[in-house]
Structure formats: C-alpha cells, structure tokens
Nanobody
Framework: QVQLVESGGGLVQPGGSLSLSCAAS????????MRWVRQAPGKEREFVSS????????NYADSVKGRFTISRDNSKNTLYLQMNSLKPEDTAVYYC???????WGQGTQVTVSS
C-alpha cells in the first residue's frame, strides 16, 4: 500500500538546522510532484515547498525562501527538506505530500525553541 514516512524532526534552537526525509513506497514516486506542507498549532496547513517529478523545478513559500531547500532522490524514493536558520515560527508538524493522488504522510514534529 501507499506509504509516506517522514523522519528527522525534533527540537532545535533558533538559528539551528534540521534535515527532514520522507520515504515513499507503494506508488511511482518519480512520476509525481512532491510537496512539504506544515501545520502549526491552531493554524491551517500551509504550503512550504514543492519539487517537480525530476527535481528540475522547485518552489518555496516566501516565509522559508532562502532558508529551506527541497530535494529528492528518485533512485531512493525519498524526498528531503533541509531547513537552516530556523525560527520559532517554523514550529509545526511537517507533512510530506503527493498532491496529484493526494497522498500524505503522518507528519514529523519540528519545534524551534530556546
């Protein structure tokens, strides 16, 4: 069956870095645009970043542009998000998403706090 399994979240101080991964299985990962979406406490889910099927095109929310980098390895069926210069407002559950077929992972918690 389809699985998207995020990992790499945790607690980090402001200004720190984290690297998220999303392992995909059960569908043709390389065929789909992939996204990272986050949801902060009490807020709706918001777009963070997307990447085209072969990785040639990326998009970022203005709030993370210049700090986060999305990438993918289609040979490993894995999506990544490198997050640098983290801010307290980046605190959220981060989800891996394939928007075409509407597949979602279970999310990984990122907490930025001193």
């Amino acid at each position: 069956q389809v699985q998207l399994v995020e990992s790499g979240g945790g607690l980090v101080q402001p200004g720190g870095s984290l690297s998220l991964s999303c392992a995909a299985s059960g569908f043709t990962f390389r065929s789909y645009v992939m996204r990272w979406v986050r949801q902060a406490p009490g807020k709706e889910r918001e777009f963070v970043s997307s990447i085209s099927s072969y990785g040639g095109t990326t998009n970022y929310a203005d709030s993370v542009k210049g700090r986060f980098t999305i990438s993918r390895d289609n040979s490993k069926n894995t999506l990544y998000l490198q997050m640098n210069s983290l801010k307290p407002e980046d605190t959220a559950v981060y989800y891996c998403n394939a928007p075409g077929p509407d597949y979602w992972g279970q999310g990984t918690q990122v907490t930025v706090s001193s």
